[in-house]
DNA sequence: CTCGATCCCTGGACGC
DNA sequence: TGCGTCCAGGGATCGA
């Protein structure tokens, strides 16, 4: 499942890769994920890749304007333009020579100037491909929060600590910091001691410091280790990662906590898995509803 | 505004 | 062997 370090592979590999090449044309397939499948493909054939970054979870194909064609500044020919690439769940973006067969669930082909082609690949759809161009990229852009490995510690306790949600639903939430999931939220909150469940406002200063120290730990070995492979996880060369040999929470239920050997637990927080150890990150004292707790 | 619940989608695991 | 059921989860959307 793609979340910051494994985007990050990616689009390092990609860089890597197709840098400089230029796109000759577009084929689609299902585009149900795609925000307006025509303008891929008519906004992107002539235009050359100059650089593959990472923003947030999401992968930033840089394109230069056209130059064959006639440029039409309304669509953003004549600027800046991107094409935006989020990974979802099972997405999967890999270059491979033209004459390769097709792996099953492939939706999107781009014909490259050097005879290969770039794929994009999508069992479950969850993905989402866009072209944007000029203001409509600023704006897209602006609705992320604080990249979690520039994120100053002032500004992390800032969005941390305003909050009452729950830590887990802080890390997850896009706007609040730009490229966490499931995996390195539990990862991180494991590290700093953290029960997923406490709430944002709750948690001391040097909680979260420390919460933004182990995040940034976390963030950096996962990327040096290509990322985790749970599933399905491949980078752009068809190789999977090795950090899923470093988790310490997710995946773990029922195992020994590497710390004090408790059985690690798997609570539902936000809507999603979350793996803690019950002795190691303590559960947040029960609110006061109205209603008597078997606490008392 | 803030937050939780629901739904989307498919492959894989599991039970019978 | 094969079928049905459940689960994984990022994010859009809706309602409280």
Not at 88 to 114: E, I, S, Y
Not at 145 to 165: M, Q, W
Request: some cysteine; charged content about 30%; aromatic content about 6%.
């Amino acid at each position: 499942m793609p979340e910051l370090p494994e985007v990050e592979t990616v689009a390092r590999g990609l860089q890597k890769a197709v840098a400089g090449r230029r796109i000759l044309s577009v084929r689609l397939g299902k585009t149900d994920f795609i925000d307006d499948p025509s303008a891929l493909e008519q906004r992107l054939p002539g235009r050359q890749i100059e650089r593959v970054e990472r923003y947030g979870k999401f992968m930033l194909l840089r394109l230069s304007a056209r130059k064959n064609g006639v440029a039409d500044s309304e669509n953003g020919d004549t600027q800046a333009a991107s094409l935006l690439v989020h990974l979802g769940m099972t997405g999967m973006l890999a270059l491979c020579p033209a004459a390769q067969p097709c792996a099953k669930h492939t939706h999107v082909w781009f014909q490259l100037d050097d005879g290969r082609e770039l794929r994009y690949t999508d069992p479950r759809r969850f993905g989402r491909m866009a072209y944007l161009a000029g203001a409509r990229l600023a704006e897209e852009l602006t609705q992320f929060g604080a990249d979690p490995l520039l994120v100053s510690e002032e500004e992390f306790l800032s969005r941390i600590r305003s909050r009452h949600a729950h830590v887990k639903a802080l890390l997850l939430d896009q706007s609040v910091l730009r490229g966490v999931g499931n995996i390195y939220a539990d990862e991180s909150l494991w590290r700093a001691r953290i029960h997923p469940a406490r709430r944002g406002a709750d948690l001391s200063k040097k909680q979260t410091q420390l919460l933004r120290r182990v995040l940034q730990d976390v963030l950096r070995k996962a990327i040096l280790a290509r990322g985790s492979s749970i599933s399905d996880f491949l980078d752009a060369e068809g190789e999977p990662g090795e950090y899923q040999r470093r988790h310490r929470a997710y995946g773990r239920e029922g195992k020994s906590c590497y710390r004090c050997g408790t059985p690690i637990r798997r609570v539902i927080v936000a809507g999603r898995s979350s793996h803690f150890c019950p002795k190691c990150q303590r559960a947040p004292r029960l609110r006061l509803t109205g209603k008597r707790g078997r606490n008392g």
